[in-house]
């Protein structure tokens, strides 16, 4: 399941994508992701520290994209705010580990299933990228908002 924070994450993000490369401050993000501000905050920190955003501090600081929003997915977000896509640790493509209660993962009666949930969620979100949320149907143009 998704988190609220890899929700309010997302949320986020496709507003920067909607910016078009226009700096957004964490309070004005906080308004139009409708998150907590300082939750927010600590959210976007993470997001900086994986290189998925810019941050720039003072008075006229704000975030922005670190690239293109064509180039970052749903796949990746989700991923740095929580963790593998995978149902199970056995069927996770960057974070395997065979599960604890598993004594044979050839054997697995539930593997395959959890294989293909992983590799059919994988393929939706590593699809699905910022620019797409944010030039999808009834989209709102990112307008600022005045201070």
Do not use: H
Not at 114 to 126: F, G, I, N, Q, Y
Request: net charge positive; with cysteine.
């Amino acid at each position: 399941m998704l988190s609220q924070k890899a929700r309010y994450a997302l949320r986020a993000l496709v507003e920067l994508a909607r910016a078009d490369g226009a700096q957004v401050t964490s309070g004005e993000l906080a308004v139009r992701a409708d998150a907590p501000r300082k939750f927010l905050e600590a959210i976007l920190l993470e997001l900086a520290r994986n290189r998925i955003v810019v941050s720039r501090r003072g008075k006229f600081g704000g975030y922005t994209l670190a690239r293109p929003a064509a180039e970052v997915s749903f796949a990746e977000v989700i991923r740095v705010i929580d963790g593998p896509l995978a149902l199970a640790p056995c069927v996770s493509r960057l974070s395997f580990r065979k599960c604890e209660d598993c004594p044979d993962l050839a054997t697995c009666a539930l593997r395959e299933a959890l294989l293909k949930a992983r590799d059919a969620t994988s393929d939706v979100l590593e699809g699905y990228s910022l620019a797409d949320a944010a030039a999808s149907a009834g989209a709102e143009v990112f307008v600022p908002i005045q201070a």
